[in-house]
Each structure stands twice: as structure tokens, then as C-alpha cells.
């Protein structure tokens, strides 16, 4: 390297991007998605389900404190977190299906940061105009009219980045109820916590960093070419209908020149700031934006749509060699996503059975394995066992603890003579049962021995049962 040749940056300050507004189907479908989504995110805390006057009110709580989740009519306990991770599971599935079949189709729809940067977006259109007028403020020395319209933005964006945090919040708590707590100030202070760091990640992520957060934060971008092959539909510039560029008007012939008439629209909405005509990208988040502002141009100067449209990479090969286009259902369902449907269902299907073949009672056996076990004083064996009975009714029960029929033991429950033990409303209750082998008996003198303990619903007749082992005194 000479002297005068400067080094090569490794880093290139961020080009704001102010993405210009567009009309179109795609458009619409973002809307729809956008106002669906954050209204089922600020709403859902505020939705009142009636279980009783034991449990919580609201139809979807975390109660972190119970351990407990409650979705509608659904109760998950501490060790159903199956349920919990089957949810995770499936939700991994259904990106990969999706990213499969239509590319970064969650990235540019649903994505949390999608919505509320185009939130963001929105408002920022409403106080400051649109693209044209955006770039001439951001240019503009400043004056009181610019100061006026960012501090009028940025209250905006707080105060949306305020009701963000505060809706999480609201997940973990009778939301009503915290709502008073934080107005007067009287809330936990991790409530208050968590508020101020969401508020400050919304404010940030959705106003500053915006496309670079999926640019450089995001890890899916990176990831997703594992996922995508030649029949994944994404959105792609047909170069061979558009180029070579130029201008020509509606009307006017001119062989020489492709479709495009290289107006920019395309770029000027992107909300990355990335040109799609350059080929596929990291950075592109399948918004179809760009589609909705080429489709709105070729209408303008004559021209088909579709000149930028979802398509795979085996419809590019096909429409240059003169072939029909392949059908889109083709390209979406295929041996892999198959596959992925039928994982995908599979789960659903065996969480669904399993969240309604469950019963209302349940139990755990630990045994005292300190010591493992006691020689009595008159010969007999007795093994220890903590025994915790979940009552997951909406009402008090008295449960029996019983041992499998024909056992060759004697049981005992600690504190109560009849071995009926009370568990309140919608908890759990841990009792310690002793069992005991009589002195000379053949499960006295062996090592190990399987048995079985019972417990019944004495309200309902609902029994349940787990096996554990007892140890004897091997005499061998």
C-alpha cells in the first residue's frame, strides 16, 4: 500500500433510512398484521376469565410467584413445563416451515421489531411528512421547527415505548390491580424495573437502530440460508424482463429498454434501504414492499406487473428458457415441508391429547433415602417416603394414600390415623408415609422391591398411582 492510499474502513457510519409510504396489497396485509398483532399483545392482559374465587381472574397470567401459567381454561403446573417446551418446539418448527416455503416471511410480517419499528415509522410520518419532507428536516440546520417536530416525535415514540413495557408487565400480575400499584407508586420494584428497560429497548430499537437490529443483532439472517433451497419463495427482480434500464413513457416503444424504468420507488420504500434489483441480500426482510411500488409504477406507464414479485430461484431458470411458471402451491408444499408440517402436527396433536387425558390429581414420590432404611425394634423393616399430592380441582378433597393391592406391606401416614389426608383448593400438600416390611417376611430380607402407592380423590373416586422401590435387609 503507497503512502497516499488510505486503509480500508471496517466500519461505515449508518445511512438513516426514511422509507417513503406505498399503497398495495402487500402493504394492506401489513396493516392488518400490524394492528392484529399489537392489539393481542396490549389487550390481552385486560381480558377477564372467570375460574372461581381461588384462582387469578385474568384469562392469561404468568404467576411467577404460584408457578403457575393460566391461558383461558388452560392451567399449566411446575411439572407440566412439558407443555412449555413442546410450545417451544413447535413455534422452532413452524419458523423453519415458514422460512422453507416463503423465505423471511416472519421477519417481514410478524417480527416484533418489524412491527414496531413500522409503528415507529408511522408516527414519524404522521408529525414530520413523508419521505421528501423527512430528508429536507434531517439536512436543515436546526431551528425551532425542527426542534419542535423531533421533541413532538420523540414524545410519541416514549410514550409507545411506555405502554410496551407496561403491557409485559401486565403478563406477570392482576393486571388491573398493578395498574393501581404503579400509579401510586406502591408496586414491586422490579415491576418498575422491568418497565424502564423495556421502555428504553422499544425507544431505541424501534427508533435508531431499526434495520440494524436484524442486520447485525438478529441472528435468523444468517441462519436462514440452512433453511431455504431453489423452490423457497422469496421476493426477487426479474432482470432479464427490467433490464437493460432507462426511461421511456406509457405508450412509447423501445425495444432496447427492459421493464424498468429505473425510478427508485422500489428503493425509496425499502424499510432496510437496500436495493432489490441487486439480487437477493442479507439485509432484505421480504417486506414485499417494494413489490406493492414497482406494481403501482407498471401500472403508471403500461407495463404487466410483477416486474418485482415473490418467486423461487427454479422460476427464474424457467421463465429465461420460455417454460411455464411452476404453480405456487408446488413450490410450497414439497417433501420438506412436509416434513415440517407433519413434526409440526405431531406435537400439536400429542400436547392436545395430553392436556386433555390429564387428571385433575396428581403426585410425586421422593423416598428418605437417609438412612435408606430402619430396623425396628421388633425385627420389621420400615422405608421412608415423601409424598406430594397435587389438587388441582377447584375445591378442597380428602385424599387416601393406599398401596397397590396384594403389597406385602404396612403403611403409615404421618399424622393421620386413617390415611386420609386434606389438600386444600388448587395446591399442593406434602405428607410423609412409611412403609414397612413385618420381620421375616421375604421383602424384609431382599434388596429391592417394586411396589406401587395410590392415592384417591375420595370427592370423585379419582385415583392415581407411582411406582417406587422399597429396600430391605439383604440377608444373602
Known sequence: MSATEEPQKLYAAREPVFPKRVKGRFRNLKWIIMVVTLGIYYLTPWIRWDRG????????????????FFFFWIEIWPHEFYFVAGLLIMAGLGLFLFTSALGRVWCGYTCPQTVWTDLFFTVERWIEGDRNARLRLWKQEWNFKKFRLRITKYI??????????????????DAPTLLGDLVTFQAPYVAYATIG??????????????????????????????????????????????????????????????DCIDCMACVNVCPVGIDIRDGQQLECITCALCIDACDDIMDKIGKPRGLIDYMALTDEANERAGKE??????????LRTIIYTVLWSAIGIGLTVLLFI?????????????????????GSIRNT??????????????????????????????????????VPIDSTQL?????????????????????????????????????TTFFGRDTQ
Open 53 to 68: 374465587p381461588s384462582l387469578p381472574d385474568q384469562a392469561v397470567l404468568i404467576d411467577l410467584a404460584n408457578r403457575r
Open 385 to 422: 417416603y415423601d409424598v406430594r399430592i397435587r389438587n388441582m380441582t377447584h375445591e378442597t378433597s380428602d385424599f387416601s394414600v393406599t398401596l397397590g393391592e396384594g403389597a406385602p406391606f404396612e403403611i403409615e401416614v404421618e399424622g393421620s390415623d386413617t390415611g386420609i389426608v386434606e
Open 431 to 467: 405428607v410423609r408415609v412409611y412403609v414397612t416390611a413385618p420381620a421375616g417376611s421375604d421383602v424384609a430380607s431382599t434388596e429391592r422391591t417394586d411396589f406401587r402407592l395410590w392415592i384417591e380423590d375420595l370427592s370423585t373416586n379419582t385415583r392415581t398411582f407411582e411406582d
Open 358 to 378: 390429564r387428571t385433575d390429581i396428581d403426585m410425586t414420590v421422593a423416598p428418605v433415602r437417609n438412612p435408606q432404611y430402619v430396623t425396628l425394634s421388633d
Open 197 to 258: 428497560i423495556l421502555t428504553a429497548t422499544t425507544f431505541v430499537f424501534g427508533g435508531f437502530m431499526r434495520e440494524q437490529v436484524c442486520i447485525y443483532m438478529c441472528p435468523w439472517p444468517r441462519i436462514q440460508a440452512a433453511m431455504m433451497d431453489e423452490q423457497t419463495i422469496t421476493v426477487a427482480y426479474r432482470d432479464w424482463r427490467g433490464e437493460p434500464r432507462g426511461k421511456h413513457r406509457k405508450g412509447q416503444e423501445n425495444t432496447e429498454l427492459g
Open 325 to 334: 411458471k411452476i404453480s405456487v402451491w408446488k413450490h410450497i408444499f414439497r
Open 156 to 173: 410519541a415514540w416514549l410514550l409507545i415505548a411506555v405502554a410496551t413495557g407496561g403491557a409485559w408487565v401486565f403478563y406477570f400480575a
